[in-house]
């Protein structure tokens, strides 16, 4: 500035080579002091937050309950933490399926009743659909994974049913399987077991019942003391002491071949169960709409 201030000493060509010279070392000094200034303002907040200890809390009362897990979320969350500990990996995969995933490389024939347009929501010229089951994702993970593969898959499902007590055509399975080298059907029985008694936190009896499904053979239906009248008989259990809760068995040889799996060197088993069906044995729940109307008064309860 004093520079500038003392060109008029000067002559007109010395003032145009001063005054450009100064003008260029003034503006780099100026920008030198803004740059300081910031960087010791940083400096300063730093050193404030760190001396300061801010309270977080909430510093007024809130008269509102917190928020919680719908039932059925809760239940997959739970069942998905038993088979973690059981050594199982949690997968999901597509709920528009096309019809090779949904059923052909399920063994589920064209002629399979369960291929009834009655049954399933069909889209897009009926080339595509809604999953009838989360056992697709079984056939996805095995497509790009070789054995030793330990799955279970979580997710929503779709039939074209009519809703009840005990029906709805948008519901959720888990599915869940294991493939490797001399897996038997005693292995199943071991893990479904743990499962139940881990699950429901009790030693309940569980009792596996012959059963038929076209991607497993054997097949079995999985029963477990009923836990309201400890097998006495109930409304609840029909008086049969017996409630029935999921379905296995043994993954067939075809659905292993329809992945290029060796059905000679690897065997599997294969489990499913509704999860509406699971949590309204949990906790009493008698109607599973009640899972879906949003009432407060009801959800609240969980």
């Not at 010279?21 to 404030?48: H, T």
């Not at 077991?193 to 038929?212: C, M, T």
């Not at 690897?266 to 729940?285: C, D, N, P, Q, S």
Request: charged share 25%; with cysteine.
């Amino acid at each position: 500035t004093q520079i500038l201030k003392s060109l008029s000493q000067y002559s007109i060509e010395d003032k145009k080579i001063i005054g450009s010279e100064a003008n260029r070392a003034k503006g780099i000094i100026v920008n030198e002091i803004e740059k300081r200034k910031k960087s010791l303002k940083k400096v300063l907040l730093d050193e404030k937050m760190h001396k300061e200890k801010l309270d977080y809390s909430p510093s007024f009362y809130f008269p509102f309950s917190k928020g919680s897990f719908h039932p059925v979320v809760q239940t997959i969350k739970n069942i998905s933490s038993v088979f973690k500990l059981l050594g199982f990996s949690v997968v999901e995969g597509p709920e528009i399926e096309t019809d090779w995933y949904n059923f052909e490389a399920l063994n589920i024939p064209e002629s399979h009743p369960s291929r009834d347009t009655q049954d399933t929501f069909y889209i897009e010229g009926m080339k595509n659909l809604l999953r009838t089951h989360t056992s697709p994702v079984q056939i996805h993970v095995m497509e790009k994974q070789n054995p030793p593969v330990k799955v279970i898959v979580p997710g929503r499902v779709y039939r074209n049913e009519a809703s009840d007590a005990s029906h709805s055509s948008t519901f959720h399975q888990i599915e869940g399987f294991e493939v490797d080298e001399n897996i038997s059907f005693v292995d199943l029985k071991a893990v479904l077991i743990n499962f139940i008694h881990k699950f429901f936190d009790s030693e309940l009896s569980v009792r596996f019942r012959p059963s038929h499904f076209q991607f497993t053979e054997p097949s079995a239906e999985v029963d477990i003391q009923c836990f309201f009248c400890k097998g006495g008989g109930c409304r609840i259990c029909k008086n049969s002491g017996w409630i029935e809760t999921l379905g296995c068995g043994m993954v067939h040889p075809d659905v292993l071949k329809a992945v290029n799996y060796d059905s000679e060197k690897y065997t599997g088993y294969a489990f499913g169960m509704g999860v509406e069906r699971i949590t309204m044995l949990k906790y009493g729940i008698d109607d599973i709409r009640l899972l879906y109307e949003n009432d407060l008064r009801f959800l609240k309860q969980f």
